[in-house]
Every structure is written in structure tokens, then in C-alpha cells.
């Protein structure tokens, strides 16, 4: 699955920005469809999760009431919602789809296909 991720830019500090991620084609109802993101110099990490059949959700600590995952079915598109964004959020945010199991949803190699990529920069 080729994964489209869009929706990045340049805002400031407690600004909102939501990014996109399109499936070329109809998402299977057990994958899991995740956002995480890389920021200069430090490794990718998780943000969230979202299982595409139940929309069970899962968020790191460092977002967890900031930002919402969210879906479209009819679009085969999954949506980050972030809201107060800090200059910490600055990353390039990927998507991801998988099948991981609970416990291992927050591991990059628990998904098998990736999205390009988009830049968010969060100016203080």
C-alpha cells in the first residue's frame, strides 16, 4: 500500500495544523494506521494509532490530549488533528500502515508501509 501523506507547513507556537495520509485503495479492517515523526538528529518515534476497524486509538504521552487521529472510510484517508503545537512537534511526520499486534503498535518495525513524508515546523 503506497501512502500519500500531506498537510505540513510553518506555524507558530499553540497554532493548529492537520495532516493527511491517503491510501491509494480500500484500507483492510485489520490494519493499523499510524503517524509518527522524525525530528533533526533523533530517531523516528510513535505519535499515534488508529485500528481501522474498531477505531481504537493510541497516542504517545507527548501528544495525548493535543492531537486526534481520526478517519475518513469513503476517502480510504487517515487525518492527525494537532492542536497547541510546540516547537518541540517540529518533525517530518510519516504515516504508516501494518498489522501489528496491541503491544507492539508504537514500533517502527511493526509496519510495512510508509508514506513519503511531511514537514512541520513549529516556530516558537
Known amino acids: 500500500v503506497q501512502l500519500q501523506a500531506s498537510g ?11 495532516l493527511s495520509c491517503a491510501a491509494p485503495g480500500r484500507i483492510r479492517s485489520n490494519y493499523v494506521m499510524a503517524w509518527f515523526r522524525q525530528a533533526p538528529g533523533k530517531e523516528r518515534e510513535f505519535v499515534a494509532a488508529l485500528r481501522w476497524t474498531n477505531t481504537n486509538t493510541w497516542y504517545a504521552d507527548s501528544v495525548k490530549g493535543r492531537f486526534t487521529i481520526s478517519t475518513d ?14 516547537p518541540e512537534d517540529t518533525a517530518v511526520y510519516y504515516c504508516a500502515s501494518g498489522t501489528p ?4 503498535i ?16 513549529v516556530s516558537s
Open 73 to 86: 472510510n469513503a476517502k480510504n484517508t487517515v487525518y492527525l488533528q494537532m492542536n497547541s503545537l510546540k
Open 101 to 104: 499486534i496491541v503491544s507492539t
Open 8 to 18: 505540513g507547513g510553518l506555524v507558530q507556537a499553540g497554532d493548529s495544523l492537520r
Open 106 to 121: 508504537r514500533r517502527v518495525s511493526s509496519y510495512s508501509s510508509w508514506g513519503q513524508g511531511t514537514l512541520v515546523t
